[in-house]
DNA sequence: TTGTACGCGTTATCAG
DNA sequence: CTGATAACGCGTACAA
């Protein structure tokens, strides 16, 4: 079997108690002591057993992470963010979806989870939904990132802003008909991206232009969805002069469909994205850039601050954003779309 | 404080014991006594201890992801794939980074991790890392993806076939100068993706050709390594016409840097990848499409196996990959570059 | 500064 | 089919 404390402290000739002092450097110790427990534990090769710990303290190391995305870019990067910043906190993330609409049974992840993590970042959760709620239910230290709850840390761009602003450099291109690719068709349309709809229409209505039903589509935060909805914007009777999609993914499947159709970004079709993708540049996509890595290093170092009891004075931080404009938006040019 | 299995042994009437097994539909309980233990369980509001179980039996239900790139489109592919497949399991993913460049100090992962979960899947490292030597030496279900080793599941894809048939392609246009994105630039270099470059080397020395060393550039698996990478290849006295790139954001990357010197990719450069990004279609990138999701979910569902006790018949799969000819790849049009 | 002894919640063994 | 009870390994009052 392995090696445990007790183990220690008879090879060292000292108690337990000693022993789980030394280890995890407590005061109190003599310094020869220490240095004695742990040269023992070192020629014992001595592991430790993180259950134990957690069954004694009812401290996991362990911060999970709830998303409904896994396999996207903007969520790539922000967990890359949270894993280095809690890797200096020496803890581990665990990650977890949910909300798949595949997966016929609720499994209620709270249940679950439960026991197994000591607090939760999550992210891109509507502020009203099931999941939302059940993890807020557990009462554990919970970051939100791009929504807000009572009691949460919060992590935030200034989507609403954000958004108008998006709208606004349509518009100041002579854009009057501006149609929108927002992601998912949920039983709560829009919830979670209620603000960039608020920020769009903002802009609209600043400039008395109208937000026709029929010109906003989804496209399920992925490339092909987004080029999904290009097409069926392009279908319309009067498509859209220009688009905003709120994912850089679902903006280049937009591209992706207008150079199918011969049209070029920019010219008959303008497209501004969301996120700073990466390949932004290369496609020459005009998108809202936010600061992904640092969203989530914030969120992880919100969470291990409110684990540790050490509340930050500032629980909720927004972040600003900067549009990037590139060649996929440009002036109106011609009044009505090429064909058709 | 939470309520526990003796909490409902007292309320039921029945003891510990019963519960226990009633909980885990073990056999040897009657119906109506494990109906009433899930009656109570259920009206108490039982969650469970996940920690006392761990300390029991030693199996967290957990599963470790270890590897050194977390903000790779290949990786959050892979990554959904693991989490659908782990959710049928009822087990949960421990994502942990390793082998990062900027953490000076080694923190030996392994010794963090033992007791967490129960198994591991080890992605992009190398066969002979001190990473992967420390994964394994820890003795749990490991499967690796991307490489092989004694005792650890497998699941791979042909890297040298597909390397060999990415670099005929290009030499069935008439290329003859090809030039070589790899990864990263390691103590041991090439080693995770010597196979790619052993594909390389057959393809060309089967026709003959030379892989002169300054036509091979790291990338680090990045779209701005990839940018640089190609532009330290133009201003070669003599470049390559063609280039291979382990990854298709480096390719991606490599294209942006022949736009910014206004040359055409598929023209006077021609440029192949690696992985079937699903941005590859927009930029008209050819390269080799690998299953990744399905590698996730195999390399998930061989580890449950394993943990299980129920080897699969084969450990080591091999996947089917495709290459995909676009438009970054054709005829070698003149015989040196445009300018200079 | 160090040691003793108990509790954490569950599972497993063995006797009934 | 059910019940009592001993592990599991560590943390921590409390005592010394």
Redesign the pocket.
């Known amino acids: 079997?392995?090696?445990?404390?007790?183990?220690?402290?008879r090879s060292a000739?000292?108690?337990?108690?000693?022993?789980?002092?030394?280890?995890?450097d407590?005061?109190?110790?003599?310094?020869?002591?220490?240095d004695l427990v742990l040269q023992t534990a070192d020629r014992l090769n001595?592991?430790?057993?993180?259950?134990?710990?957690t069954?004694?303290?009812?401290i996991t190391q362990i911060i999970g992470i709830i998303t409904p995305y896994i396999p996207r870019w903007s969520f790539a990067e922000m967990l890359a963010g949270m894993e280095a910043r809690v890797r200096l906190a020496d803890r581990d993330l665990l990650v977890r979806c949910v909300g798949d609409p595949s997966e016929p049974e609720h499994r209620r992840p709270h249940v679950r989870l439960r026991g197994r993590v000591d607090g939760f970042i999550a992210l891109s959760l509507a502020p009203d939904s099931l999941d939302l709620r059940e993890v807020l239910s557990l009462g554990m230290p919970t970051t939100l990132i791009g929504a807000q709850a009572p009691g949460a840390g919060c992590v935030m761009i200034d989507d609403r802003g954000a958004a108008a602003t998006a709208t606004r450099h349509l518009i100041g291109l002579g854009h009057r008909a501006i149609g929108l690719i927002y992601g998912r068709e949920t039983e709560n349309p829009l919830a979670l991206e209620h603000e960039r709809v608020l920020g769009f229409r903002d802009a609209l209505s600043h400039s008395g232009l109208e937000s026709r039903p029929e010109w906003a589509v989804p496209g399920g935060f992925t490339v092909e969805g987004g080029r999904r909805a290009m097409a069926q914007l392009l279908q319309l009777p009067d498509p859209p002069s220009a688009v905003f999609a709120f994912s850089d993914e679902m903006a280049l499947g937009a591209l992706a469909a207008l150079r199918e159709r011969g049209l070029t970004p920019g010219r008959e079709v303008s497209v501004v994205g969301f996120d700073g993708h990466d390949l932004a540049d290369l496609a020459g996509l005009t998108t809202v850039v936010q600061p992904l890595r640092r969203i989530g290093e914030l969120a992880a170092e919100i969470t291990c601050a409110a684990i540790d009891r050490r509340t930050l004075d500032i629980s909720a931080h927004v972040l600003p954003t900067t549009l990037v404009a590139r060649s996929s938006t440009g002036p109106v040019s011609v009044p009505e779309l090429a064909d058709h």
Chains 1, 2 share one sequence.
């Open positions: 079997m392995s090696v445990t404390v007790r183990d220690i402290a000739g000292v108690s337990v108690a000693t022993v789980s002092r030394a280890l995890r407590l005061p109190g110790v003599k310094p020869r002591t220490r001595y592991a430790g057993t993180p259950a134990a710990a069954l004694s303290t009812g």
